[in-house]
């Protein structure tokens, strides 16, 4: 049969740092309206830039995956501007090819309807003088 033993550790019944619960300074949750992070005087030392933090990103991605990503990015932008060319070819050549047929087309079958319309008045003009005359 197994018996357990309950050991208690040290670090647990000894004293940690921290406040006293006596001591007055120290601040509570509903005490602070502002962020002990941005009243800290100590942080305005430190004038980082946006670029300055994102190069000490390449500490954190190890080499070949920022090789891996390179490549994978690279890939990604030649296919995107291949694809946007071609797509802006196209669109060009339609929108000619458009102009150049569907125009002239609409052109003379705008023509056709005035001549109908023309040939109809003329028409209505004869039936009006054969009736009254």
């Known amino acids: 049969m197994v018996r357990l033993e309950e050991v208690e550790d040290e ?3 000894s004293d940690q740092p921290g406040p006293i619960e006596e001591e007055a300074d120290w601040e509570s949750d509903e005490e602070s309206d502002t962020s002990s992070i941005a ?3 100590a942080d305005d030392d ?3 830039s946006l670029y300055d933090r994102i190069t000490a ?3 954190v991605i ?3 995956q920022r090789r891996q990503l390179g490549t994978t990015l690279n890939t990604t ?4 501007s291949w694809g946007m060319q ?3 070819k196209l669109a060009w050549q339609i929108s000619v090819s458009v102009l150049l047929l569907v125009a002239p087309f609409a052109l003379a079958s705008q023509e056709d309807m005035a001549i109908a319309m023309e040939e109809k008045q003329m028409l ?3 039936s009006a003088n054969e009736v009254s005359g």
Do not use: N, R, V
């Open 62 to 64: 190890p080499p070949t």
């Open 124 to 126: 209505m003009q004869q």
């Open 11 to 13: 670090a647990f019944t």
């Open 57 to 59: 990103l390449k500490d």
């Open 39 to 41: 009243s800290d005087p």
């Open 86 to 88: 071609g797509g802006l």
């Open 77 to 80: 932008y030649t296919w995107g």
């Open 46 to 48: 430190l004038e980082e």
